[in-house]
C-alpha cells in the first residue's frame, strides 16, 4: 500500500483547485500528493459562472464577463447595473487547461487514475480503496459525491437546481451581450420555481438554460420545450444548437461538515460548498480552497475547518419557504430583486454581507410567510428535546 501526506479524491471544481493552491505554495513541496479520479477532466463539461467584485484570480481564463443583469418576473422588469461586482463566465476547458499546467509542471503531485470504493480511517490517516489498487494517507479531501445521507434525511428540505442548456447561434444579431439575464421568470411556472437564465456571448450567440429550483427533475424534452418555447415567444426561430449542457445542483441547508472526521475533509459540493439557496458553488469553491490551505499549515484536526454561519439559517428558513410552497419561488424572487440594494443582495447570496445589510433583505421578503416558516422551524428543532423530557 503506497503512502501519501495528502490524498484528493475527485479531480472536478473542488479537487483541482485545492492541489492547484497546493502546487503554487512551496509549503507543500514536501509533500506527497495523490489526485484520483477515474479521468483527467480536459473537455468542454460545464461553463462556470460567478459573480465578484474587483480583479479577480481567474481573469485570465474568463471567457465572458456582464456588467449588468436583467431580471423579469411578477410586477418586475429591471436591468441592473452591478457594479463594483461583475458576472463572468468560465469554460470548463480553459478552466482544466490552466489548472493541469500547474499541477503537473510538480513532481511531488501524482494523478491516478481509479474509481474510489471507500475511505476507512485507521489510528492516524485514512486508507483510500479504489477498484484495484489501496492507498493510505495522513489527511484525504474527498469531492465524491456520497448522496445517502441528505437524501435520506427529513430534517432538512433537498431541493435541487436542475436545468437544460442550449447554446445557440442565430444568423440575424438578436442579443445584448452586455447584459446577462439572471432569472426571468415570465415562462409557465407550472406549481414550480421556474425561470430562463440567459448569457448572451455575443450578439448572435447565447446560452439559454430553463432552470428550476424544485425538488423533482423533468424530462429532458420538458426543459427543452421549454427553451424552444421561449426562443419562439421572442421571435427567435433559425438557429443552431451548438452544444448543450445539463446539470443537478443540490440546493439544501443539510450540515454536510458533521460529516467530517479528524482526518477527511468534505470538499466542493460534497462537502456542502454549495450555495445551499442558490446553487452556486464555483466560487465558494475557490474560497474555501483558499482558506484551507493556512489551515493546513497550521491545525491538523480537519474538523475545525468548516463551522456554521448565519448564512446557514438563511438558507434554511429560504429553502423551507421553497419546499413548502414551490410555486411561491416567483414572487419572492422577484421581490427579492425589486424592494432591495441588487449589491447588497449579491453581498447577502455571496455571504459577505454585515448585519445591517442582511436586515434590509430579511424586511424584504413576505414577514407573514416567512414568520410563519420560522415558527414551524423553530418548533421541529425543539421537538426532540420535548420528547426526552
Ligand atoms: C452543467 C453544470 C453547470 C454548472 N454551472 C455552475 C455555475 O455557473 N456556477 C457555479 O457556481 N456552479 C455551477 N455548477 C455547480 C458546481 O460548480 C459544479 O458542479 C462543480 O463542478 C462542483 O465541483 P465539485 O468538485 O464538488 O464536483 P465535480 O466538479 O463534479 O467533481 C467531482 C469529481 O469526482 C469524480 N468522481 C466521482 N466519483 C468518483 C469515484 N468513485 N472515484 C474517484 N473520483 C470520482 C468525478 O469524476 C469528478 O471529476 C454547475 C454544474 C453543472 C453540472
Not at 466560487?283 to 475547518?305: G, H, I
Amino acid at each position: 500500500m503506497r503512502n501519501f501526506d495528502y490524498i484528493i479524491t475527485g479531480a472536478g471544481a473542488a479537487g483541482l483547485m485545492l492541489a492547484y493552491r497546493m502546487a503554487k505554495d512551496s509549503f507543500f513541496d514536501e509533500k506527497s500528493i495523490l489526485i484520483i479520479d477515474p479521468e483527467k477532466r480536459k473537455q468542454e463539461d460545464r461553463t462556470w459562472c460567478f459573480w465578484e467584485a474587483d480583479g479577480g484570480e481567474w481573469d485570465e481564463i474568463v471567457s465572458k464577463s456582464w456588467n449588468s443583469i436583467y431580471v423579469a418576473g411578477q410586477g418586475l422588469e429591471k436591468t441592473i447595473p452591478i457594479q463594483p461586482f461583475t458576472y463572468k463566465m468560465i469554460l470548463s476547458t480553459d478552466f482544466y487547461k490552466k489548472i493541469w499546467a500547474v499541477i503537473e509542471s510538480k513532481s511531488h503531485i501524482e494523478f491516478q487514475k481509479g474509481t474510489v470504493r471507500s475511505l476507512e480511517a485507521d489510528e492516524d490517516g485514512v486508507r483510500v480503496h479504489t477498484d484495484g489498487e489501496h492507498f493510505r494517507a495522513s489527511k484525504v479531501f474527498n469531492s465524491i459525491s456520497d448522496y445517502t445521507d441528505y437524501k435520506t434525511q427529513k430534517k432538512y428540505p433537498v431541493l435541487q437546481q436542475h436545468f437544460v442548456g442550449w447554446f445557440i447561434k442565430t444568423k440575424k444579431p438578436f442579443f445584448d451581450p452586455s447584459t446577462a439575464t439572471f432569472m426571468d421568470f415570465n415562462i409557465p411556472q407550472e406549481g414550480n420555481t421556474r425561470f430562463m437564465y440567459v448569457l448572451p456571448t455575443s450578439e448572435n450567440e447565447a446560452l439559454f438554460e430553463y432552470t428550476l429550483f424544485s425538488e423533482k427533475l423533468l424530462s429532458k424534452e420538458t426543459y427543452e420545450a421549454g427553451i424552444k418555447d421561449y426562443l419562439e415567444k421572442r421571435g427567435i426561430t433559425e438557429y443552431t444548437i451548438d452544444r448543450k449542457e445539463q446539470g443537478a445542483i443540490p440546493m439544501t441547508a443539510f450540515p454536510f461538515r458533521n460529516n467530517n472526521t479528524k482526518n477527511i475533509l468534505h470538499i466542493g459540493t460534497n462537502g456542502g460548498w454549495t450555495k445551499a439557496s442558490t446553487g452556486y458553488t464555483f466560487y465558494n469553491c475557490a474560497k474555501k480552497t483558499k482558506e484551507l490551505v493556512p489551515f493546513l499549515k497550521s491545525q491538523s484536526d480537519l474538523r475545525n475547518f468548516d463551522s456554521s454561519t448565519k448564512y446557514n439559517g438563511y438558507d434554511l428558513l429560504l429553502l423551507d419557504v421553497l419546499a413548502n410552497d414551490n410555486a411561491r419561488g416567483a414572487e419572492l424572487f422577484s421581490r427579492l430583486f425589486d424592494k432591495t440594494d441588487v449589491k447588497t443582495l449579491l453581498k447577502f447570496l455571496d455571504e459577505s454581507s454585515s448585519f445591517a445589510e442582511d436586515l434590509s433583505i430579511i424586511l424584504a421578503v413576505p414577514r407573514v410567510t416567512f414568520t410563519k416558516t420560522l415558527i414551524k422551524r423553530l418548533s421541529s428543532f425543539l421537538r426532540p428535546y420535548k420528547r426526552t423530557l
